[in-house]
């Protein structure tokens, strides 16, 4: 079985590729709480995320994705997601 899991890392790049954020993975998993606006993430950027996200695993993620605060929260909504196969 294969066991997909967002990372800190990936989502580091993701933040480079759909959002055009620079962020240091190693930080990121430091400083989870972070809010992604302090980041230089928006909403915008992170419904980007959510779509390469999207097709990259073929599943759904909540509408209300897009709003989560943090790369935390983002992460373990995520990873709840992929976990129950959705």
Known sequence: ??????????LAALMKQSAGVTVD??????SPERLFGSLGVDSLGLLGIVGELENRYSVSLP?????????AEF????????????
Not at 1 to 10: N, P, Y
Not at 25 to 30: G, S
Not at 63 to 71: G, I, L, Q, S, V
């Open 1 to 10: 079985m294969i066991t997909k899991e967002l990372t800190f890392d990936e």
């Open 25 to 30: 993975p190693q930080q990121l998993a430091q």
């Open 63 to 71: 509408n209300d994705a897009e709003r989560c605060k943090t790369p």
């Open 75 to 86: 992460v373990v909504l995520v990873n709840d997601v992929l976990k129950a196969g959705r």
